[in-house]
């Protein structure tokens, strides 16, 4: 993260996916879950406006997981902070 700040993150999915940022830097868990996508469906894209309290490097965590058929998923992540 360059900068504290608000970044707007697109989580797509088919079937459904969670991700989980560790903003207070003590370890990831259940607190930690900022996107839930609990699906199943075709591949579709959830978004949130997360707050990095300040610039650095941040433990993540995307789960997924596909019901059947063809399956995807992806993480995008702004080059620059605003929403």
């Known amino acids: 993260v360059p900068s504290a700040g608000v970044y707007r993150l697109a989580l797509g999915s088919d079937d459904?996916?969670?991700?989980?940022?560790?903003?207070?830097?003590?370890?990831?868990?259940?607190?930690?879950?900022?996107?839930?996508?609990?699906?199943?469906?075709?591949?579709q894209v959830v978004y949130a406006n997360v707050t990095f309290p300040a610039a650095g490097a941040y433990d993540f965590q995307?789960?997924?997981?596909?019901s059947g058929g063809g399956g995807s998923v992806e993480l995008s992540v702004p080059l620059?902070?605003?929403v």
């Open 16 to 43: 459904g996916a969670r991700l989980a940022i560790d903003l207070d830097r003590n370890g990831l868990g259940p607190a930690d879950v900022l996107m839930e996508d609990p699906g199943p469906h075709a591949h």
């Open 80 to 82: 620059n902070e605003g």
């Open 62 to 66: 995307v789960t997924s997981y596909n």
